[in-house]
């Protein structure tokens, strides 16, 4: 299973040992882009992408004001090295997807740690985005085929056991980058809004029905996008320079 060693990997602060003297563990968060969003008691959370290089705890979970414009608090993950963090909340909890591993990670809106869970798939799946499916009270997993670029797959799995999937569907964007693709998620009953990158290298907004069929697909014309959330019903963006913004094609 991939959580071998998660906790030494990710939540242990990384300590510089005897002969170590010159280890940077500084840590400046609020120059760092921004992540995938979500929205949760009053306000967007999001993770910083931790651009630097440093040891130690590097990355924070963030609540922003409803407004989208100002960082409302900041909560210390202890964190590091978790390259883009995909995220969605359930109404009380916090779930975020490691980009660069399998880990599922469950938090309390104060960063308070609940458990790091690993998926159970072979290594040519990759994290491709996550999203709570509230008619199921199920988390859905995305992961795209490094053996076949252009294929995808959700699996939707209990928030409190990830490995194991009640439904899994495979399908195949065949209009989708076969480097970048798909890389967030969020779920509006009954539909699925996907961020990814198209054959042209255009960053596109993808609305699909339960079953990953098409809908429909808009140009995002600004291409630092990171991520997407629903409020009140309406589409929010985030943007790598801490911009979140209603979204309006």
């Known amino acids: 299973m991939r959580l071998i060693s998660a906790l030494t990997a990710m939540f242990i602060v990384f300590a510089a040992c005897e002969k170590e003297i010159d280890v940077n563990t500084n840590k400046d968060t609020y120059s760092d882009d921004i992540s995938d969003i979500t929205y949760l008691n009053g306000g ?5 992408y931790d651009l630097s290089g440093h040891s130690g705890s ?23 090295g978790q390259s883009y963090l995909a995220i969605t909340n359930d109404g009380r909890n916090i779930y975020m997807q490691s980009n660069w591993f399998y880990w599922i990670i469950k938090c309390s809106p104060v960063g308070e740690l ?42 939707i ?9 009640s439904h899994d569907t495979t399908v195949e964007f065949n209009f989708l980058d076969q480097t970048c693709g798909i890389y967030a998620a969020d779920y509006y009953n009954p539909n699925y809004y996907l961020l990814g990158v198209n054959s042209n290298g255009e960053d596109v907004l993808i609305e ?20 997407l959330c629903h409020k009140d019903g309406n589409l929010y963006l985030s943007f790598r320079d801490r911009r979140i913004e209603l979204w309006a094609n």
């Not at 979970?61 to 608090?73: M, P, R, S, Y």
């Not at 199920?138 to 053996?147: H, K, Q, R």
């Not at 339960?210 to 995002?220: A, H, M, P």
């Open 114 to 155: 609940v458990f790091v869970k690993s998926d159970s798939l072979p290594g040519k799946w990759h994290a491709a985005g996550i999203c709570y499916r509230d008619d199921l009270d199920s988390l859905a997993l995305f992961y795209n085929n490094s053996d076949a670029p252009l294929e995808y797959r959700v699996r």
């Open 157 to 165: 799995v209990s928030k409190a056991d990830p490995e194991v999937a």
């Open 44 to 48: 967007f959370y999001t993770t910083n």
């Open 208 to 227: 699909t029905d339960v079953r990953l069929n098409v809908l429909s697909t808009d140009t995002i014309g600004d291409s630092t996008v990171v991520g």
């Open 58 to 80: 590097q990355i924070d979970l963030f609540k922003f004001t409803a407004d989208g414009k100002n960082v409302d608090d900041a909560f210390d993950l202890g964190m590091n």
